[in-house]
């Protein structure tokens, strides 16, 4: 067991693709992941599943990758302690999820632009360049910007894990420049098509963090390292000021259209 512990996730489940349904069950599902090459063993430690439970998904597993053999699950050790059934986040990490509810707000409304989309008038174009303003200033340069030059930081960033957002950032950065390149060109089709791309990335991306990346983190900080991280967020949240009011009220001022 102990090779296949040691395996990337999607080479598992190419081999075995039941290992796949099994691990779906527990609510780690890989199918999303752009980047594939978790361990098996690390995927399990950052869902961070009960102990009774991650022993039972993986008595399940090891049955499928060796049918006719008896596996002991001693050999199997857990770094951390098991995630509890409510997630709380601390100070900071909640910081981050509250940016998250903008951002998902303003992705749950992108299908309606893309439907009503405009490159004619002048108002339509408007909303387009306000919509990459927020992406830019708001998404990327500021939250973003909070993980990756300060969150991921604390931990080692050849964790798969961690490869794994900064490639989804990047993703999404592509999507920003590609629409914007469509809009100068007049390419309807193509801002629709990125803009929606776009969209179903961050909320995949998002519900990723808020669900797995973040608790995970909490479970592995520490209080000095939250006190740390809640003082360098202050720092950037100064910086930003009143700007994250004007973003709100272009969300809302959106929504109510
Ligand atoms: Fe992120
Ligand atoms: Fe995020």
Same mark, same amino acid.
């Given at each position: 067991?102990?090779?296949?512990?040691?395996?990337?996730?999607? *080479?598992? =489940?190419?081999?075995?693709?039941?290992?796949?349904?099994?691990?779906?069950?527990?609510?780690?599902?890989?199918?999303?992941?752009?980047?594939?090459?978790?361990? %098996?063993?690390?995927?399990?430690?950052?869902?961070?599943?009960?102990?009774? &439970?991650?022993?039972?998904?993986?008595?399940? =597993?090891?049955?499928?990758?060796?049918?006719?053999?008896?596996?002991?699950?001693?050999?199997?050790?857990?770094?951390?302690?098991?995630?509890?059934?409510?997630?709380?986040?601390?100070?900071? %990490?909640?910081?981050?999820?509250?940016?998250?509810?903008?951002?998902?707000?303003?992705?749950?409304?992108?299908?309606?632009?893309?439907?009503?989309?405009? %490159?004619?008038?002048?108002?339509?174009?408007?909303?387009?360049?306000?919509?990459?303003?927020?992406?830019?200033?708001?998404?990327?340069?500021?939250?973003?910007?909070?993980?990756?030059?300060?969150?991921?930081?604390?931990?080692? *960033?050849?964790?798969?894990?961690?490869?794994?957002?900064?490639?989804?950032?990047? &993703?999404?950065?592509?999507?920003?420049?590609? =629409?914007?390149?469509?809009?100068?060109?007049?390419?309807?089709?193509?801002?629709?098509?990125?803009?929606?791309?776009?969209?179903?990335?961050?909320?995949?991306?998002?519900?990723?963090?808020?669900?797995?990346?973040?608790?995970?983190?909490?479970?592995?900080?520490?209080?000095? &390292?939250?006190?740390?991280?809640?003082?360098?967020?202050?720092?950037?949240?100064?910086?930003?000021?009143?700007?994250?009011?004007?973003?709100?009220?272009?969300?809302?001022?959106?929504?109510?259209?």
């Amino acid at each position: 067991m102990e090779e296949y512990w040691n395996r990337s996730i999607k *080479e598992v =489940i190419n081999e075995f693709p039941e290992v796949g349904k099994i691990l779906d069950e527990y609510g780690i599902g890989c199918a999303p992941c752009n980047v594939g090459t978790c361990l %098996l063993k690390d995927i399990v430690e950052i869902h961070g599943l009960a102990v009774e &439970q991650e022993q039972e998904m993986m008595r399940r =597993i090891a049955k499928i990758i060796y049918p006719d053999k008896v596996v002991k699950m001693s050999q199997i050790r857990r770094k951390t302690r098991a995630a509890p059934k409510e997630i709380k986040y601390s100070p900071p %990490l909640k910081a981050l999820v509250d940016e998250h509810v903008l951002i998902k707000r303003w992705a749950a409304l992108i299908p309606e632009v893309v439907k009503n989309l405009d %490159l004619e008038s002048e108002e339509g174009r408007q909303l387009i360049l306000d919509g990459v303003d927020f992406i830019r200033s708001y998404a990327d340069k500021y939250h973003h910007a909070k993980e990756e030059e300060v969150l991921f930081k604390y931990f080692d *960033e050849n964790l798969d894990i961690l490869k794994v957002m900064h490639e989804d950032h990047t &993703q999404a950065r592509g999507h920003v420049n590609a =629409i914007l390149e469509a809009f100068e060109g007049n390419d309807k089709a193509s801002v629709a098509e990125h803009l929606t791309a776009y969209a179903e990335l961050l909320t995949e991306h998002i519900k990723k963090e808020d669900e797995i990346l973040y608790p995970w983190m909490d479970r592995n900080l520490s209080m000095t &390292q939250i006190g740390g991280l809640y003082s360098k967020f202050k720092e950037i949240e100064a910086c930003i000021g009143d700007s994250s009011k004007k973003y709100e009220a272009f969300i809302t001022g959106l929504e109510k259209k």
